[in-house]
């Protein structure tokens, strides 16, 4: 009996990526207007800032169907496999509360985890699963343990731009205008399920020494864990920035820095040109 993981795109792990990690990997829909996509599938990432950038108006997701789980579940069951699960925060999206109502029945070899989080905070929680599996853990036990990891994973990510908290109505058309003359980048994180925000810092030198300090506030990387970079737009510029301006947090930690970048779910609200960093806290 194997043990399989499903998951949702809004993890921001690709469909390739899911092919070589043997993950089963269920998109969210994207929707620009009248036009829908299949996050990831039809519409890569990179083709979502073009479209961000030229749109007048955000785009939204919309949640996985329950059909979709129970047909991901009917193949772990065909195969006498298990599976764990994994879904973006349920406070974000009704995909995580679709996965439960396709479990019913497959109580012993389906568990469901709401991570709690999105994107690379996500990520990394699908990541430990896997490194979970290796050593032997069952799948309930894998989805027991991510329960109880998943309240350390903490993902920070510094904007760029105010512009798409401004369309999202998250702060005023006024603020958003003072902001940009003072060339104001905010920080945000996932906290208790939502996106919150952590602070205001002038200008990109000091928005990395916010971020840094942010990450040194919550208790530091453990490096012992999964842990990941990612940028919004379609340029990692900012980042390369962010990891020079941080290096002693890198260097003798860690032999690479994984990088990869933020899909839709954080991007519609972000914007191009964030930073995004998220990891297990020791």
């Known amino acids: 009996m194997a043990i399989q993981f499903i998951i949702d795109s809004a993890s921001d792990i690709l469909p390739c990526e899911a092919r070589e990690l043997g993950l089963v990997h269920l998109p969210l829909t994207v929707l620009f207007g009248e036009d829908s996509y299949r996050d990831a599938v039809d519409l890569t990432h990179e083709g979502f800032y073009e479209k961000l950038v030229e749109s007048d108006v955000l785009p939204t997701t919309s949640q996985i169907s329950p059909g979709a789980f129970a047909a991901a579940y009917e193949k772990v069951a065909a195969a006498g496999d298990e599976a764990v699960v994994i879904t973006l925060s349920s406070k974000l999206s009704g995909t995580h509360q679709s996965a439960v109502i396709a479990a019913e029945g497959y109580e012993d ?6 991570s709690e989080n999105v994107c690379v905070g996500e990520r990394i ?3 430990l699963g896997l490194v979970l599996r290796d050593r032997g853990l069952s799948a309930r036990e ?3 343990r991510l329960e109880e990891e998943k309240k350390n994973i903490r993902l920070l990510a510094l904007l760029d731009t105010l ?3 401004k369309k999202g109505g998250r702060i005023s058309a006024a603020t958003a205008f003072a902001g940009g003359l003072l060339s104001i980048k905010p920080v945000i994180a996932v906290e208790d ?10 200008g990109s030198k000091q928005g990395n020494n916010l971020l840094r300090q942010l990450v040194e506030e919550c208790g530091g990387i453990d490096f012992a864990k999964p842990f990941a970079l990612a940028y919004s737009g379609l340029s990692d510029k900012l980042l390369r920035k962010y990891v020079d301006d941080s290096g002693e947090l890198w260097q003798g930690m860690a032999e690479f820095l994984p990088i990869t970048t933020v899909g839709c779910t954080i991007g519609t609200h ?3 040109g964030a930073v995004a960093v998220a990891f297990f806290t020791k």
């Open 109 to 114: 070899r389906i568990f469901v985890v709401d």
């Open 193 to 202: 399920d939502q996106v919150a925000m952590k602070g205001k810092a002038r």
């Open 270 to 272: 972000a914007g191009p």
């Open 163 to 165: 512009e798409y908290l």
């Open 142 to 144: 894998i989805a027991a």
């Open 125 to 127: 929680l699908v990541q």
